[in-house]
């Protein structure tokens, strides 16, 4: 349905798409993903052409979108784009702002549109709003909103750029229930997030850009359980698993504590295992002395889910002379490493670079 062949976009000095080649069946979701700032948007506003590509072919349903002779028009008309913005018309009800571009643009009837307008404010949950203004409803029913617009005009295949993105946290979900509904009725779709949780479960493909290209696609299960190139494993290994690095005696632990507890929420984790991982962060950080007013503290710790094995594992490495806690009678504080002990599977301690490395897996 849409065929992209060797796609290139600069503004100015800066080459963000170098050479984007894909292909997008229909009734296929994709979910496009990468660090920030290599072109997710950029590539997703070319196709509907919100940006002019410096070079390469965008086909739609085998008609060049870039071609001079193309009606672009109506090319575009089948493709609808949801922002992360919502972009609604402010001065517009709900119900008004699925039926002005079907009646200016489809030459639907008031009726037949409002008909219409109704029916989708329903699937998206926020009929009872139609007489809303924007302004009137929350972030989750004002994408809500958006996406009924957009499928108000009956488009072939929806963009969608970071959907969630501008939404408070308790709200993510709502949305997402709605894409998913639309992914389930064989939507063609192309979603930028950077919700990993939701592109693992709703997509056929992942395409994961980065340095200008689509660097690495696949079906969800290789992209995050075993990608073949080495920045797609840095990204998903990092977007798996929060680091902290404590230089400063006085670290503020209520931070990393809240932190950390965003991690858990995240993956879903159970509330016996994320308190278990803050105790375990707590009594390792006294055994490495960051609380021990130790004059000089050197530590990173690294706490990583892993999807596959379902276990939560915890890296702690500090600078400083061998200390294995694990050893009998090394430490004068016994209460804490038996704490460890009793809330931890598979501990290992390693010397590794002059620092101590102690791993483990959180008893679940
Ligand atoms: N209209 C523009 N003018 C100049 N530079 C732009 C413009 N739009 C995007 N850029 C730059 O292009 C690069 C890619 O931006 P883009 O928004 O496509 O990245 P992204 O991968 O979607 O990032 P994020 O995940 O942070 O949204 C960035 O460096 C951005 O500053």
């Known amino acids: 349905m849409i065929r992209v062949e060797h796609l290139s976009k600069q503004f100015g000095e800066l080459t963000v798409l170098r050479d984007v080649n894909a292909e997008i069946k229909k009734g296929e979701v994709i979910s496009i993903i990468g660090p920030s700032g290599t072109g997710k948007s950029t590539f997703l506003r070319c196709l509907n052409l919100l940006e002019m590509p410096s070079g390469g072919r965008i086909f739609i349903d085998g008609a ?99 959907p969630t993105s501008a939404l408070d946290p308790t709200m993510v979900s709502e949305v997402l229930a709605v894409i998913r509904r639309l992914a389930k009725k064989g939507m063609t779709m192309a979603i930028v997030t950077h919700e990993m949780d939701f592109a693992r479960d709703v997509s056929n493909r992942v395409f994961y850009m980065d340095e200008g290209i689509i660097y690495e696609e696949g079906p969800p299960q290789q992209i995050f359980e075993s990608p073949q190139k080495e920045k797609t494993r840095v990204f998903i290994n990092r977007v798996r698993s929060y680091s902290c690095h404590i230089d400063n005696p006085d670290y503020d632990l209520y931070a990393m504590n809240g932190e950390i507890e965003t991690f858990c929420e995240k993956h879903a984790l159970p ?22 007013g130790a004059q000089a503290v050197d530590i990173d710790l690294t706490l990583s889910y892993s999807e596959k094995q379902d276990s939560l594992e915890l890296v702690v490495e500090s600078a400083g002379d061998y200390l294995n806690p694990f050893e009998e009678n090394t430490l004068s504080d016994q209460l804490g490493i038996t704490i460890v002990k009793n809330l931890s599977e598979n501990m290992e301690y390693r010397r590794v670079n002059n620092r101590n490395r102690v791993g483990l897996t959180v008893k679940k």
Not at 84 to 98: G, I, P, V, Y
């Open 64 to 162: 060049d979108i870039l071609d001079k002779s193309a009606d672009v028009p109506k090319l575009r008309q089948k493709m609808g784009m949801v922002f992360q913005s919502f972009n609604l018309f402010a001065h517009l009800t709900a119900l008004e702002n699925l039926t002005i571009g079907p009646v200016k643009l489809l030459g639907r009837s008031k009726e037949q549109a409002e008909k219409k307008a109704m029916e989708l404010l329903k699937m998206v949950g926020v009929a009872e709003k139609a007489g809303s203004f924007p302004d009137e409803l929350s972030g989750g029913q004002k994408q809500r909103v958006a996406i009924a617009r957009c499928l108000a005009m009956e488009p072939e295949i929806i963009l969608f750029d970071e």
């Open 271 to 292: 509330k016996q295992t994320r308190n278990r991982a803050l105790l375990l962060v707590e009594e390792l950080l006294v055994v490495f002395g960051a609380w021990r």
